[in-house]
């Protein structure tokens, strides 16, 4: 019985008092803020220092990614949107109408997400509308981050101070 007791206390459902929730959080966002259009940053900033070989990998890999994201709007965006839409409404119901707070936790890591999204579809667009390559490529990959890490940075401080408030509304300990 102890290793069900142990297992059911490391997954716990009360997120906000969880510290792989807190982990997770981290991860998701430095992952977000690293990987923009599915490219490292690191690439960009390499591409602006050296040019050459590093310059014509990042517009390759912003080539093939944008192209693909645009590919998938256009074949499937609507039903993604009502899916996405759909998820989120749901767990936005089950975390305030009925208090669940595994669905609150789920809706503050998705919903900011979801805006991370429309915002590099719109990068994408951009990209692919005005064939941007080298410094303003590098550039508007910059700016993309930036708006990402201004999501990020919202939604860490909104997730950790709503965790806080059910933390002292239900106690640390249940």
């Given at each position: 019985?102890?290793?069900?007791?142990?297992?059911?206390?490391?997954?716990?459902?009360?997120?906000?008092?969880?510290?792989?929730?807190?982990?997770?959080?981290?991860?998701?966002?430095s992952?977000a803020?690293?990987?923009?259009?599915g490219?490292?940053?690191?690439?960009?900033?390499?591409?602006?220092?050296?040019?050459?070989?590093?310059?014509?990998?990042?517009?390759?890999l912003?080539r093939?990614?944008?192209?693909?994201?645009?590919y998938?709007?256009?074949?499937?965006?609507?039903?993604?949107?009502?899916?996405?839409?759909?998820?989120l409404?749901?767990?936005?119901?089950?975390?305030?109408v009925?208090?669940?707070?595994?669905?609150?936790?789920?809706?503050?890591?998705?919903?900011p997400?979801?805006?991370?999204?429309?915002?590099?579809?719109?990068?994408?667009?951009?990209?692919?509308?005005?064939?941007?390559?080298?410094?303003?490529?590098?550039?508007?990959?910059?700016?993309?981050?930036?708006?990402?890490?201004?999501?990020?940075?919202?939604?860490?401080?909104?997730?950790?101070?709503?965790g806080?408030?059910?933390?002292?509304?239900?106690?640390?300990?249940?």
């Amino acid at each position: 019985m102890e290793l069900l007791d142990t297992l059911v206390e490391l997954i716990d459902m009360r997120s906000f008092s969880n510290l792989w929730f807190w982990i997770a959080l981290a991860v998701v966002w430095s992952s977000a803020s690293h990987w923009v259009l599915g490219v490292p940053i690191d690439l960009v900033y390499r591409a602006g220092r050296n040019g050459g070989q590093a310059e014509l990998d990042l517009e390759d890999l912003v080539r093939v990614n944008v192209n693909r994201m645009l590919y998938i709007v256009q074949v499937s965006g609507a039903w993604l949107l009502g899916f996405v839409c759909f998820i989120l409404s749901g767990l936005l119901v089950l975390g305030v109408v009925y208090d669940v707070e595994f669905a609150q936790a789920v809706f503050l890591l998705l919903f900011p997400l979801a805006l991370v999204g429309c915002v590099s579809l719109a990068t994408a667009n951009k990209i692919a509308r005005d064939h941007v390559m080298g410094e303003g490529l590098r550039k508007l990959l910059v700016r993309c981050r930036i708006y990402i890490q201004m999501i990020g940075t919202i939604a860490i401080f909104v997730t950790a101070m709503w965790g806080m408030y059910q933390n002292l509304k239900y106690g640390f300990l249940g």
